[in-house]
T-cell receptor, first 113, second 112 residues
Framework: DTEVTQTPKHLVMGMTNKKSLKCEQHMGHRAMYWYKQKAKKPPELMFVYSYEKLSINESVPSRFSPECPNSSLLNLHLHALQPEDSALYLC????????????FGPGTRLTVL | GEDVEQSLFLSVREGDSSVINCTYTDSSSTYLYWYKQEPGAGLQLLTYIFSNMDMKQDQRLTVLLNKKDKHLSLRIADTQTGDSAIYFCAEIFSGSARQLTFGSGTQLTVLP
């Protein structure tokens, strides 16, 4: 089973709202990732958690706040977003080595009004 | 720094073979990947090749790696309309600390 699940599939929010994106995997992977993808572009790495600790933050604005409550779950908390933050947000996971294959979820399509 | 390049578009007739090309600059790449993305969907891992291999075949997919020219290709045999998607080449290398470097993606259109 190489499944990563994400909820919700679609999210529309105003600039003053607070919302969260969720990601789950049950493959025993110890690294989890958040990517942002604009239309027709490759994914851009935002955050990496390794063994539930934040290991990479690619200079992401503080209106995006990641959380890794346990080894299977990854959240992305959103607050005071801008319209340019509208994108597909992808979660991925991999086993414990830095070069291990990353498996992606279906994504959450976020629209900020 | 590392860079991965792909052509943006490819059109083929149904039943023909498709060849999607990718070039990369980092000679210390460990793994090279092909991901498929259908409209509105996430990235589906198609196949990958370790940098000490020249070729990998998996059903209709053949990956060729030319390390000297830093060139990677994905051949899809008997291309079907369901193969229409964006195909991303990606690399990861030993010094990357888990960072995949993606190409720009190739939009494959399969014509009936």
């Amino acid at each position: 089973d190489t499944e990563v699940t994400q909820t919700p599939k679609h999210l529309v929010m105003g600039m003053t709202n607070k919302k969260s994106l969720k990601c789950e995997q049950h493959m025993g992977h110890r690294a989890m990732y958040w990517y942002k993808q604009k239309a027709k572009k490759p994914p851009e790495l935002m955050f990496v958690y390794s063994y539930e600790k934040l290991s990479i933050n690619e200079s992401v604005p503080s209106r995006f706040s990641p959380e890794c409550p346990n080894s299977s779950l990854l959240n992305l908390h959103l607050h005071a977003l801008q319209p340019e933050d509208s994108a597909l947000y992808l979660c991925a996971s991999s086993q414990d080595l830095p070069t291990d294959t990353q498996y992606f979820g279906p994504g959450t399509r976020l629209t900020v009004l | 720094g590392e860079d991965v390049e792909q052509s943006l578009f490819l059109s083929v007739r149904e039943g023909d073979s498709s060849v999607i090309n990718c070039t990369y600059t980092d000679s210390s790449s460990t793994y090279l990947y092909w991901y498929k993305q259908e409209p509105g969907a996430g990235l589906q891992l198609l196949t990958y090749i370790f940098s000490n291999m020249d070729m990998k075949q998996d059903q209709r997919l053949t990956v060729l790696l030319n390390k000297k020219d830093k060139h990677l290709s994905l051949r899809i045999a008997d291309t079907q309309t369901g193969d229409s998607a964006i195909y991303f080449c990606a690399e990861i290398f030993s010094g990357s600390a888990r960072q995949l470097t993606f190409g720009s993606g190739t939009q494959l259109t399969v014509l009936p």
